[in-house]
């Protein structure tokens, strides 16, 4: 596979630190997690996530466990494919980069889809899957935990992330969380580790969802091939 390049200007290392990680060093660091990585629903989010080098990687660890377990039953492997798609979360603060980290998961997760679920796949899936990215993948502040603009300033809009959760057969319940109330019920918890530094690759991996001690704004239960009919 092509190397991804480390660094695209002088100007955005001198400005925003940006120093793309080399695929050696990332699966080095992934592999000190392994066991994590190769958890279909274990949930990890990057804080300062640039075009993706961490999270393709975990991507592709997942769906091969996926692919493992379920490539005889395409039913069976597409909803695990999603659950492994939903539980990636990544905080950018170049527009460019989010676009580009969303592309590059979302054509990981379409290609082994394909190759697994030739003519059962399904158009309303795939929506699904980029609905997912389109919430997991955000532009915004990882130290000041909010959303920023197309100049990489901050707005008055808080960063929100989407809990997803299959709670029975094919429907999966989404609770959406500030990270800021997410930061606090980490920070509160010996399940997760957390940080609100930008520069540590991946902040945190939980075996549990969030839990329901921290106030979600909105819940909405959905059919997962429907997601985006949610808004
Ligand atoms: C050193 S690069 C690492 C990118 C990626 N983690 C990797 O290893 O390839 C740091 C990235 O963080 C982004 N960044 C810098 N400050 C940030 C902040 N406060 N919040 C979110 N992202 C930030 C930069 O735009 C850049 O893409």
């Given at each position: 596979?092509k ?10 290392v ?30 990890f ?10 999270l ?50 979302y ?67 989404r ?9 606090r ?10 940080t ?5 690759q ?27 009919k949610?808004?």
């Amino acid at each position: 596979m092509k190397q991804q390049k480390q660094i695209k200007s002088k100007q955005r290392v001198a400005c925003h630190g940006e120093v793309f990680t080399a695929e050696r060093e990332v699966n080095a660091m992934l592999d000190l997690v392994k066991q994590e990585t190769e958890r279909i629903d274990s949930r990890f989010l990057e804080p300062a996530c640039g075009t993706g080098n961490f999270l393709v990687k975990i991507l592709e660890r997942k769906l091969s466990v996926v692919k493992k377990k379920y490539r005889k039953s395409p039913l069976d492997y597409e909803r695990n494919s999603i659950l492994a798609l939903s539980s990636i979360y990544g905080v950018e603060l170049l527009n460019d980069n989010v676009e580009d980290c969303q592309k590059r998961l979302y054509k990981i997760w379409e290609k082994a889809y394909k190759s697994i679920c030739k003519t059962e796949t399904n158009e309303d899936v795939q929506k699904s899957a980029r609905f997912i990215l389109s919430k997991n993948i955000v532009c915004g502040n990882a130290l000041s935990l909010m959303q920023v603009d197309e100049n990489a300033k901050d707005t008055e809009t808080p960063i929100v992330f989407s809990e997803w959760a299959f709670i029975r057969g094919n429907i999966i319940q989404r609770k959406d969380y500030t990270f800021e109330d997410l930061m606090r019920i980490g920070s509160s918890s010996n399940k997760t580790e957390s940080t609100n530094e930008a520069n540590e690759q991946i902040s945190f991996s939980t075996e549990n969802p969030p839990s329901d001690e921290g106030k979600f704004l909105k819940q909405y239960t959905t059919d997962y091939r429907s997601l985006w009919k949610d808004e």
